[in-house]
């Protein structure tokens, strides 16, 4: 019990085991006693999936476990299935018969607390959805769970209980026949984006975002924009801190029709609002492949005008789309995209500072060659360590001066040469009239050789290249000294 102990009671060896166990396995180890539950419940909630239905943050006793337990998710995914419970039929007056028209406005009070017992909610005077008729109108004909997507402060209080969020995401599933008309999952998108972006107690360290089987339409009520419903002034902070975007978005056509290509702008404007992303995926889904989501400005489709741009070209020409622009983009993924070699070229001369990466699978080039392509990356190779002059490619080359000595006797050919009386002579004085503080040829060549080796130094610094000259000089005034000082020493007459 003991070797037990000492073993949970160590970080590494504990984790390393929850790691390895399943999620049945982490839930029962977690009932086990109370010293098993904090560390087993850090595994067990750190991905978390939720699907939205009536209950899902308006039932107190969810809302209790998920404040015990939200600091531990680190990985939420959010499912927000088409079916036929979310579709919503038209609003029709009982009276009359008449379709009436219902425009939806949030409303997402601020709670304001005096203390943790005591919470003000929004006021009981004000109706819900704009007038008292309408809300009497939704309460009889719509689902419980729309009003459920449309209770903004339940989403707000759910994304307060999460502190540790890291990543979200969203998965808008189902049948593609209810995908385009009017359904819960577009007010329930809604209110995930206010609940986002007002959360206070949200963590600032929600740096991914995932957007799987996300549906054109979805997009809208997903973005950020000033004229976006429920929008703060500093709601767009919150999204601007997503570090990693992937996106699944199914494929329709969308050449020829006006309506998509507004579909396509709508996309345009979402990505705008992630130019601070250092990863981003992007996937079309289904058979039929798609625009590249990042070269919609020089999309045909796009850029065809249509007949209300042709009546006004002069507010089309004011009002038309911008280049994408992510400038810490370090990984780019793209799959089942049908574009140009000069949309891929363009984005990729624009990036070439800061793109390390770049996956395409499934993407075909409706014009051009990949040699096009890729032409930026070519170029950029070719030009390393060249210089172009006269719009030739020229090697640049450095050259230096290198301090240059001999020896003007060979101590093994004056040793043979000369007679040995005075070899015996030349000898002592050597060893009378040098001294360990006098300077020797060698040391003098070592310095010299160690002043040349800052000619590899940054030569911008000009303190650096004063300093190296300056040594230098001085390296070679005393190897003149010390070569005057050889000869006297080896001649035949005894100078002081």
Same mark, same amino acid.
């Given at each position: 019990?003991?070797?037990?102990?000492?073993?949970?009671?160590?970080?590494?060896?504990?984790?390393?085991?929850?790691?390895?166990?399943?999620?049945?396995?982490?839930?029962?180890?977690?009932?086990?006693?109370?010293?098993?539950?904090?560390?087993?419940?850090?595994?067990?909630?750190? =991905?978390? =999936?939720?699907?939205? &239905?009536?209950?899902?943050?308006?039932?107190?006793?969810?809302?209790?476990?998920?404040?015990?337990?939200?600091?531990?998710?680190?990985?939420?995914?959010?499912? +927000?299935?088409?079916?036929?419970?979310?579709? +919503? /039929?038209?609003?029709?007056? !009982?009276?009359?018969?008449?379709?009436?028209?219902?425009?939806?406005?949030? &409303?997402?009070?601020?709670?304001?607390? #005096?203390?943790?017992?005591?919470?003000?909610?929004?006021?009981?005077?004000?109706?819900?959805?704009?007038?008292?008729?309408?809300?009497?109108?939704?309460?009889?004909?719509?689902?419980?769970?729309?009003?459920?997507?449309?209770?903004? /402060?339940?989403?707000?209080?759910?994304?307060?209980?999460?502190?540790?969020?890291?990543?979200?995401?969203?998965?808008?599933?189902?049948?593609? %026949?209810?995908?385009?008309?009017?359904?819960?999952?577009?007010?329930?998108?809604?209110?995930?984006?206010?609940?986002?972006?007002?959360?206070?107690?949200?963590?600032?360290?929600?740096?991914?975002?995932?957007?799987? &089987?996300?549906?054109?339409?979805?997009?809208?009520?997903?973005? !950020?924009?000033?004229?976006?419903?429920?929008?703060?002034?500093?709601?767009?902070?919150?999204?601007?801190?997503?570090?990693?975007?992937?996106? &699944?978005?199914?494929?329709?056509?969308?050449?020829?029709? =006006?309506?998509?290509?507004?579909?396509?702008?709508?996309?345009?404007?979402?990505?705008?609002?992630?130019?601070?992303?250092?990863?981003?995926?992007?996937?079309?889904?289904?058979?039929?492949?798609?625009?590249? /989501?990042?070269?919609?400005?020089?999309?045909? %489709?796009?850029?065809?005008?249509?007949?209300?741009?042709?009546?006004?070209?002069?507010?089309?020409?004011?009002?038309?789309?911008?280049?994408?622009?992510?400038?810490?983009?370090?990984?780019?993924?793209?799959?089942?995209?049908? +574009?140009?070699?000069?949309?891929?070229?363009?984005?990729?001369?624009?990036?070439?500072?800061?793109?390390?990466?770049?996956?395409?699978?499934?993407?075909?080039?409706?014009?051009?060659?990949?040699?096009?392509?890729?032409?930026?990356?070519?170029?950029?190779?070719?030009?390393?360590?060249?210089?172009?002059?006269?719009?030739?490619?020229?090697?640049?080359?450095?050259?230096?001066?290198?301090?240059?000595?001999?020896?003007?006797?060979?101590?093994?050919?004056?040793?043979?040469?000369?007679?040995?009386?005075?070899?015996?002579?030349?000898?002592?004085?050597?060893?009378?009239?040098?001294?360990?503080?006098?300077?020797?040829?060698?040391?003098?060549?070592?310095?010299?050789?160690?002043?040349?080796?800052?000619?590899?130094?940054?030569?911008?610094? !000009?303190?650096?290249?004063?300093?190296?000259?300056?040594?230098?000089?001085?390296?070679?005034?005393?190897?003149?000294?010390? #070569?005057?000082?050889?000869? +006297?020493?080896?001649?035949?007459?005894?100078?002081?």
């Amino acid at each position: 019990m003991t070797s037990f102990a000492s073993f949970w009671q160590t970080d590494l060896t504990r984790d390393a085991l929850l790691d390895l166990l399943d999620k049945p396995d982490l839930a029962n180890l977690r009932l086990v006693c109370r010293a098993f539950s904090p560390p087993a419940a850090r595994f067990l909630f750190r =991905e978390t =999936e939720i699907s939205f &239905q009536s209950g899902t943050f308006t039932k107190p006793s969810r809302m209790a476990a998920l404040e015990r337990v939200g600091a531990n998710i680190k990985t939420l995914a959010f499912r +927000l299935s088409h079916n036929a419970e979310t579709f +919503l /039929p038209p609003l029709v007056d !009982p009276e009359t018969g008449e379709e009436q028209v219902f425009v939806y406005t949030p &409303q997402h009070h601020q709670q304001q607390h #005096h203390n943790h017992s005591h919470r003000v909610s929004s006021p009981t005077n004000e109706a819900k959805y704009g007038s008292w008729e309408m809300t009497d109108l939704l309460v009889k004909q719509y689902p419980p769970l729309f009003h459920a997507a449309t209770n903004v /402060p339940s989403f707000v209080r759910a994304f307060n209980c999460m502190t540790g969020l890291r990543h979200l995401k969203i998965v808008c599933d189902g049948q593609p %026949a209810h995908r385009y008309r009017r359904s819960v999952v577009d007010y329930a998108l809604i209110s995930l984006r206010i609940a986002v972006e007002q959360a206070p107690q949200l963590s600032d360290r929600l740096e991914s975002l995932s957007l799987l &089987q996300i549906h054109p339409g979805g997009i809208m009520h997903l973005r !950020p924009t000033v004229m976006g419903m429920g929008v703060s002034p500093n709601g767009r902070k919150r999204w601007a801190r997503i570090r990693k975007l992937a996106i &699944q978005m199914e494929s329709f056509p969308y050449e020829g029709d =006006e309506a998509t290509t507004d579909q396509l702008k709508i996309l345009h404007s979402y990505l705008q609002s992630f130019s601070n992303v250092h990863s981003f995926a992007f996937r079309w889904t289904g058979e039929q492949k798609g625009p590249c /989501p990042l070269s919609l400005v020089t999309e045909p %489709a796009v850029c065809q005008p249509s007949v209300s741009q042709n009546a006004c070209p002069k507010t089309y020409a004011r009002n038309g789309l911008r280049a994408l622009k992510f400038t810490h983009l370090r990984y780019l993924g793209l799959e089942n995209v049908l +574009l140009d070699a000069f949309q891929v070229s363009d984005f990729i001369a624009e990036h070439k500072d800061t793109l390390d990466e770049f996956d395409f699978e499934h993407v075909a080039l409706r014009s051009g060659t990949w040699d096009d392509a890729f032409a930026p990356l070519q170029k950029a190779q070719g030009d390393g360590g060249m210089k172009k002059e006269g719009g030739k490619e020229k090697h640049q080359t450095e050259s230096m001066e290198v301090p240059f000595m001999l020896d003007p006797l060979d101590q093994t050919t004056s040793s043979s040469s000369s007679p040995p009386k005075k070899r015996q002579k030349k000898k002592k004085t050597k060893k009378r009239k040098r001294k360990a503080n006098q300077p020797d040829i060698n040391n003098s060549l070592f310095a010299s050789t160690a002043a040349l080796l800052w000619e590899d130094q940054e030569q911008s610094n !000009p303190k650096l290249r004063a300093l190296r000259e300056g040594v230098s000089q001085l390296a070679r005034s005393r190897a003149r000294t010390d #070569h005057m000082k050889k000869t +006297l020493w080896t001649s035949m007459f005894c100078w002081r």
